[in-house]
């Protein structure tokens, strides 16, 4: 789908043959890794790039419906805005602090198996179809409701991943702060649609329980300690 696209953009036409503006959509390495070009595709959400239009259109005159994500603003075309997505990590500090300003040595000593379980995590790469397929998850094209609606299942499985490592957990309090808050974990309504629609099958759902339990202990320590 998105070489169709990328060659109806080099060469604009409307239905008549009359000269037109290209049509206007995000893409990056072609070869789902980026995640900048989902759209929803006759009526599912998915990433263009590895769309094969003879799964979709196998005959002549079939029709393909594509359709820019509707829990983001739109900006043009097929092309929306996912600053709400990115803000969402930054909320739960989706990185490993790091000082860079002396040498660290080896990094701590992990599992085979406990690698294998945060790699499936961090193959995240932001794309959005999870939150465009949650019933939980609505369009807020205002700032100032990001922090008070529900989070998303990208930030909770982002959460978890950093949480499970070892120098990532150095921010685990602050993490489950914001999952314990207005917006977070416990908003999850269980409807399994983000698994489902994930195109790198990560166990969104695993990772939301897992999370639940970690907020519900932390909100229990945190009751008894009165802070």
């Given at each position: 789908?998105?070489?169709?696209?990328?060659?109806?953009?080099?060469?604009?036409?409307t239905r008549v043959g009359a000269?037109?503006?290209?049509?206007?959509?995000?893409?990056?390495?072609?070869?789902?890794?980026?995640?900048?070009c989902t759209m929803v595709i006759n009526g599912r959400v998915r990433q263009s790039c590895s769309c094969?239009?003879?799964?979709?259109?196998?005959?002549?005159?079939?029709e393909i419906t594509l359709e820019p994500m509707?829990?983001?603003?739109?900006v043009r075309d097929l092309?929306?805005?996912?600053?709400?997505?990115?803000?969402?990590l930054r909320r739960v500090q989706a990185w490993v602090p790091i000082d860079g300003t002396?040498?660290?040595?080896?990094?701590?000593?992990?599992?085979?198996?406990?690698?294998?379980?945060?790699?499936?995590?961090?193959e995240c790469m932001s794309c959005g179809c999870c939150l465009e397929a949650c019933p939980q998850f609505n369009l807020e094209s205002e700032p100032e409701a990001w922090d008070t609606a529900?989070?998303?299942?990208?930030?909770?499985?982002?959460?978890?991943?950093?949480?499970?490592?070892?120098?990532?957990a150095v921010a685990k309090s602050d993490r489950l702060d914001v999952l314990s808050g207005p917006g977070g974990v416990v908003d999850c309504g269980n409807?399994?649609?983000?698994?489902?629609?994930?195109?790198?099958?990560?166990?969104?759902?695993?990772?939301?329980?897992?999370?639940?339990?970690?907020?519900?202990?932390?909100?229990?320590?945190r009751f008894f300690s009165g802070r």
């Open positions: 789908v998105i070489s169709c696209l990328q060659w109806i953009a080099a060469n604009p036409q000269a037109t503006t290209p049509v206007t959509f995000d893409a990056g390495c072609l070869e789902e890794v980026c995640g900048a094969l239009v003879d799964q979709y259109a196998p005959n002549d005159g079939d509707s829990k983001f603003p739109v092309m929306v805005n996912r600053d709400r997505l990115f803000h969402q002396y040498h660290l040595g080896a990094g701590p000593l992990d599992t085979p198996e406990h690698q294998q379980m945060r790699y499936k995590l961090s529900f989070i998303g299942a990208h930030a909770i499985s982002q959460a978890r991943l950093f949480n499970e490592h070892q120098t990532g409807a399994q649609n983000c698994v489902k629609a994930c195109p790198k099958e990560i166990p969104l759902t695993e990772s939301i329980a897992a999370m639940g339990r970690a907020v519900t202990i932390h909100s229990i320590k």
